[in-house]
């Protein structure tokens, strides 16, 4: 099974802190199994309509550094995220940012989705990809 864990997470609010919507930039490090054999490095700008999760559906775009492999091959590349979150779970479409890839992973295109119920300690992702 493609899957991932979160390794670290640090938050901090960075706007909204006196109530109402706000923002927040969070930091994290995930560790990927499957197709994608790598660590990764995510910076997420993260949007809530009030306090937090329960408020309602947010929205984050962000940036995914990978370091690994892909069905074998070594390097790095670069993935832009749109997830959307809420107090049951997650869920996020991502593509390659184009030219991204290094090492054997030069050329790597390619676009997914990721989700899963907040709290559960494994995200479940698809990856679909060419070089």
């Not at 997420?44 to 559906?57: C, K, M, T, V």
């Not at 090492?103 to 992702?125: F, N, P, R, W």
Request: glycine share 16%.
């Amino acid at each position: 099974m493609n899957g991932f864990t979160t390794k670290n997470w640090e938050e901090k609010i960075v706007s909204g802190t006196e109530g109402g919507p706000r923002v927040a930039y969070a930091h994290a490090t995930f560790a990927y199994e499957g197709v994608i054999e790598a660590e990764s490095i995510c910076d997420l700008l993260l949007y809530y309509a009030g306090e937090g999760y329960e408020s309602g559906q947010t929205t984050s775009p962000c940036f995914e550094r990978f370091e690994g492999k892909v069905d074998g091959r070594e390097g790095t590349f670069i993935v832009r995220h749109e997830y959307t979150f809420d107090a049951k779970g997650i869920a996020s479409t991502f593509t390659v940012v184009p030219g991204s890839g290094t090492g054997e992973l030069a050329g790597i295109t390619g676009s997914g989705t990721a989700g899963g119920a907040m709290g559960e300690d494994k995200v479940a992702y698809t990856f679909e990809y060419t070089f």
